[in-house]
């Protein structure tokens, strides 16, 4: 079976590239919701003295604040985090909510600092794939493969964040650490495979992907489980905890993506990489 499916490499390639380039659709003409550390707002966590639903809730603040972006994170009818498109003064807050509930956190963003965050986070991915690439260069020292690596790295980005697009993930300080943490397992799994495509030479190319690819399946599909049991714990147990939730479904998108894109792109560019120099060699 993997046999087979190893063999097809030319025609899979097609299928990461179709992925990341609706990614990019998403993206451009989607957009990507920008959490409050990057926007800028006001997030504040409440203990209700009395249960509200979220609807009456957000209208009492409307009301009140005189503004219009008013979302209920999370309600579990005692606590409640609210989130607020505004920059509000905290004295305004305690007087808008009236009594009806306790303040035991209060957060206020305004335009500079999620401006100042937003260009922290281009330069920190910035930096993670110039290291990463450089790296990538010094270990394989062949210019195919190297580039093969950073290629599937950076699909997986972009199908991560075109996800993020697609279920309304906020971009936030916290996704953007699970999608540097994205392009750690990325480059794993990847050198994984090409390490015993390149350097090992016991076996048949394709008996060696077989190797590769239970050995990469079984780090990704753990990697995954463990998100997805995050994200279920998270989301049912303590919906207040919305962040690990966000965490969580990054990197499971991100996880799957990269499966796609190493174990049919990658491994699909370097099988037709190595079978070039193979036929080259004969000729020599």
Do not use: C
């Amino acid at each position: 079976m993997l046999e087979k499916f190893i063999n097809s490499y030319k025609l899979l390639i097609i299928i990461p590239v179709i992925i990341t380039l609706l990614s990019v659709g998403l993206i451009a003409f989607h957009g990507v919701n920008e959490g409050i550390e990057l926007q800028g707002g006001t997030i504040a966590v409440l203990k209700m003295k009395e249960p509200m639903s979220s609807s009456a809730l957000e209208n009492h603040l409307k009301t009140n604040l005189k503004i219009d972006e008013v979302d209920v994170l999370s309600n579990t009818g005692k606590d409640v985090t609210v989130q607020m498109g505004s920059e509000i003064n905290s004295t305004a807050f305690d007087s808008a909510i009236q009594g009806k509930a306790e303040v035991t956190s209060f957060n206020a963003i305004g335009p500079l600092l999620s401006e100042e965050a937003m260009t922290q986070i281009y330069w920190a991915v910035l930096f993670a794939f110039l290291f990463m690439s450089i790296t990538v260069f010094i270990i394989f020292r062949e210019f195919v493969p190297s580039i093969a690596v950073i290629l599937a790295a950076l699909s997986d980005i972009i199908i991560a964040i075109g996800g993020m697009s697609l279920f309304n993930i906020p971009l936030s300080i916290a996704s953007v650490g699970a999608l540097l943490m994205l392009i750690g397992y990325s480059i794993d799994t990847d050198i994984v495979l090409t390490t015993r495509l390149l350097k090992r030479k016991e076996g048949t190319i394709v008996e060696r992907a077989e190797g590769a690819m239970k050995t990469g399946l079984t780090m990704s599909i753990t990697a995954i489980t463990t998100m997805v049991i995050l994200y279920i714990v998270t989301f049912i147990l303590i919906p207040e905890a919305s962040t690990l939730s966000y965490i969580a479904a990054v990197l499971i998108i991100g996880l799957t993506g990269d499966i796609i894109t190493t174990w049919f792109m990658n491994l699909g560019i370097l099988r037709w990489y190595i079978e070039g120099k193979n036929e080259k060699k004969k000729f020599v």
